[in-house]
């Protein structure tokens, strides 16, 4: 076949291979049969072995993971991960409500799931995903691009050809939990208390292979260069993300009133159970990002931000009567 016709072919191998990723992995509606899936990545697979000029960063092979590192690299945030200041009940979600309208005036909220997992950041140029690293301490985190690369709801390349940066929460969903401790059980190996537990210890892996199995997952909630771009709100930015080909959570709400976040966190509380991934609380956040900006930061956290953290669970624990042998 001419050289031409091979990189045209591998370019919509890509293309193709890209499709079905979002629609299985973002959408959850999948577009054509695994084993389909697996011939369409043989074939580009056998083509970048041959024609490996031909092989590009946004490649789907990219995913599976090269050689182990010895360690991970060090990365500043250049702009820092804050931390969200915690509501534990009504009164406090309601002085928080107060302060904001006293400073901001009428006000309009998004609530969203907070995702048990942990926080990343992740860099594009161009629309190319160029780096992923780890919260850390908020200012210095650990570079796992290799390791996010594996997580097949993250883009590779994006929609547009942006230069963006965006933050989100990787994490393990219950299902791959559950089969992961299952493994473990069976090799004698200690178990994950929970899933946050396994998807920190999982991205903390050096080896992308092993990250590749745990099947992570990632719910990205935040564009860092916002005003940048253009954007007013928080959920004109997840609107946006959409528009990039980001895996988005679907269960954010604008609530225009504090009534209105106490249903939605009454909504949710009760149906947490039935989520295939665990949170802990709920996230309100002041939409306009004029009124955020107006609110500002203290040191630690945002002032047009708090986490309502649902009650610790009662763990009910089936206590055998142990019959004392007297
Ligand atoms: C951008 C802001 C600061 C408002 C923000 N910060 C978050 N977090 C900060 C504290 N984080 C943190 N992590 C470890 C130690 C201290 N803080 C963990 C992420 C958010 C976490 C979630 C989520 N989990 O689903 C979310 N939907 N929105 C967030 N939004």
Not at 123 to 137: C, K, M, N, P, S
Not at 185 to 193: D, T, V
Not at 252 to 272: F, N, S
Request: hydrophobic share 35%; net charge negative; with cysteine.
């Amino acid at each position: 076949m001419a050289q031409h016709d091979v990189k045209k072919q591998m370019a919509e191998l890509r293309e193709q291979i890209e499709k079905h990723n979002y629609a299985y992995y973002v959408l959850d509606q999948p577009s054509i049969s695994d084993a389909e899936y697996d011939e369409l990545m043989r074939k580009l697979m056998e083509l970048e072995e041959q024609y490996p000029q031909y092989k590009t960063p946004d490649s789907p092979s990219q995913r599976v993971g090269g050689a182990p590192l010895e360690a991970f690299k060090k990365v500043t945030h250049r702009v820092p991960m804050l931390s969200l200041s915690n509501a534990f009940n009504e009164g406090d979600l309601r002085d928080f409500d107060r302060r904001v309208r006293q400073e901001v005036g009428d006000v309009r909220y998004v609530c969203e799931l907070k995702i048990d997992g942990l926080a990343v950041s992740l860099r594009y140029e161009d629309g190319y995903f160029v780096q992923g690293a780890t919260r850390g301490d908020g200012t210095t985190g650990e570079d796992i691009t290799e390791n996010l690369k594996t997580i097949r709801s993250l883009p590779l390349r994006l929609q547009k050809q942006v230069t963006v940066e965006v933050r989100g929460e990787a994490y393990m969903p219950r299902k791959s939990f559950e089969k992961l401790n299952e493994q473990r059980k069976m090799n004698g190996e200690e178990l994950f208390a929970n899933p946050r537990n396994a998807a920190a210890g999982s991205l903390r892996q050096l080896d992308p292979k092993i990250v590749a199995a745990r099947q992570l997952d990632v719910f990205i909630y935040s564009v860092v260069n916002s005003e940048e771009i253009g954007l007013v709100s928080h959920s004109e930015s997840l609107r946006y993300l959409d528009e990039l080909g980001f895996k988005t959570n679907p269960t954010w709400q604008v609530c225009e009133t504090i009534d209105a976040v106490l249903a939605y966190i009454e909504k949710w509380h009760e149906r947490r159970t039935s989520l295939p991934y665990d949170i802990d609380g709920i996230v309100i956040k002041v939409d306009a990002f004029a009124q955020q900006k107006q609110l500002g930061a203290t040191a630690k956290s945002p002032r047009w931000a708090i986490a309502y953290k649902f009650p610790a669970e009662e763990v009910v624990t089936q206590l055998v009567d142990i019959e004392l042998s007297v």
